[in-house]
């Protein structure tokens, strides 16, 4: 990660992005060979939480651009409904 990507254009973030998602999927197949999915996804977790604090500490990006990065995730996970926490009742 160069921490550049405005510098190009978003043509070139885009095919990178699609590029690297394709990447992405062909290493989740292998991983789901070895690992129960929810090993890997908590794996990616760890990942993309270290990737946000080094991108926050080389001020790439801000807490505040980080916490939208979150909630997108939490957007596409709960289909546009933020996570609620279970309650006793719940479970």
Known sequence: MTGN?????????DEN???????????LAKLGQRY????????????????LKVLMLRKICDARRAQRLIENIESSAF?????QPETEADT
């Open 5 to 13: 990507s405005s510098a190009a254009g978003h043509g070139t973030f």
């Open 79 to 83: 289909l546009g409904k933020p996570a």
């Open 36 to 51: 129960d999915m929810t090993v890997i996804m908590s794996a990616l977790t760890e990942h993309l939480g270290s990737a």
């Open 17 to 27: 992005l699609l590029a690297c998602v394709e990447d992405i999927n062909k290493l």
